[in-house]
């Protein structure tokens, strides 16, 4: 299996890291764009590639190219190009989440995300049971038995 490659749109650099660190650590290749403009020229330059990325990170405000925006264009570009949207926000009401789906993302979580809860997510949404295993047991959520 190859190593799924993730790319992480904020234009907060602490966040950037911090989610790249998580993620790297559980074994993914990860990417970084400051900003959805940024993020879908990456995509469309990567596009002689079956699928550039197999996981998109995004935050929501951003500058050029909101979070919304970002995934309302990356639904229309080519069915090769497509992949999970996990949407990573400071906004935490429901109309932010509902906004999210409704641009084409898969999943809403609100920052700060706990490692477990990003981790976790990614691994459902890339379907990588063997990295879901390790974060469920690096970082067990609270209230979970051991």
């Known amino acids: ?16 890291m911090y989610h790249r660190k998580l993620l790297g650590d559980a074994g993914w290749q990860t990417d970084e764009a400051v900003n959805g403009l940024e993020a879908v020229e990456k995509v469309v330059a990567a596009g002689g590639q079956e699928r550039p990325f197999d996981l998109y990170v ?30 990573v926000s400071t906004e935490s009401q429901l109309q932010d989440a509902s906004a999210a789906q409704e641009a084409g ?3 809403y979580l609100v920052k700060p995300a706990r490692p477990a809860e990003l981790v976790l997510t990614a691994a459902l949404l890339l379907g ?19």
């Open 1 to 16: 299996m190859t190593t799924a490659r993730i790319l992480v749109i904020d234009d907060a650099a602490t966040v950037r």
């Open 58 to 87: 995004v935050d929501v405000n951003m500058p050029k190219l909101d979070g919304y925006g970002f995934v309302r264009e990356l639904r229309r570009l080519p069915a090769s190009q497509q992949a999970p949207v996990m949407m």
């Open 105 to 107: 993302a898969n999943c």
């Open 128 to 146: 990588d049971g063997a990295a879901a295993a390790r974060a469920a047991a690096a970082h067990p959520l609270p209230g979970a038995a051991r």
